[in-house]
């Protein structure tokens, strides 16, 4: 039962991390793409016609967080990239094994990360600190990473519960 239910929470955090992930790195290569270009005109006009975005570094810098802890909990389910020649040796009832530790560590881990992410989010909140350029909440950003954290958690206990010792990370 708590499986069933797990995997049916998952599922959905899962595509909804594929989502946001993708978005976010839809507009990153968008950002980056259209302030090289409209460096091209600042330098060809002498600085006459400044088109560029404001804040696209600092944008772009807080988006890559998003997009890596995204990418990290979409990539579970097939597996992260990694070479392992002896777990790929061992018979399949320790090979889940291997494989069930490895995601209770990354559980662990983003639970961890989760809880921090949120503890910064709190104390940015209470200072009401904001970005430097565009001068956005710091505790949103914060609070975007502490969530994305809770998805790869809660991917990896589906993962850990369901592994089966098939992942690219351990063949």
């Known amino acids: 039962m708590f499986v069933t239910l797990l995997r049916r929470i998952a599922g959905p955090v899962e ?5 946001l992930g993708g978005l976010c790195l839809f507009y990153m290569v968008f950002v980056v793409a259209f302030n090289v270009l409209a460096r091209i005109v600042f330098d060809a006009t002498g600085t006459a016609v400044n088109l ?4 696209a570094i600092e944008q772009v810098s807080y988006l890559l ?8 909990a979409a990539s ?15 018979p399949a009832l320790p090979r889940a094994m291997v494989a069930r530790f490895w995601f209770l560590g990354v559980v662990a881990l983003a639970v961890v990360l989760a809880w ?9 909140h209470a200072r009401s600190e904001q970005t430097q350029d ?3 909440p710091m505790y949103l950003i914060y ?3 502490a969530l994305q954290c809770l998805a790869l958690a809660v991917i990896a206990l589906r993962e850990a519960f369901t592994a089966e010792g098939h992942h690219a990370e351990l063949l």
């Not at 967080?65 to 990290?72: M, R, T, Y």
């Open 52 to 55: 560029m975005i404001p804040g």
């Open 76 to 90: 579970l389910k097939e597996g992260m990239i990694a070479v392992d020649f002896l777990v790929e040796r061992l």
């Open 134 to 136: 565009l001068r956005l």
């Open 116 to 124: 921090l992410f949120w503890e910064d989010a709190v104390a940015t």
């Open 143 to 145: 609070g975007l990473y």
């Open 15 to 19: 595509t909804a991390c594929l989502l």
């Open 65 to 72: 967080g998003i997009v890596a802890f995204a990418a990290l």
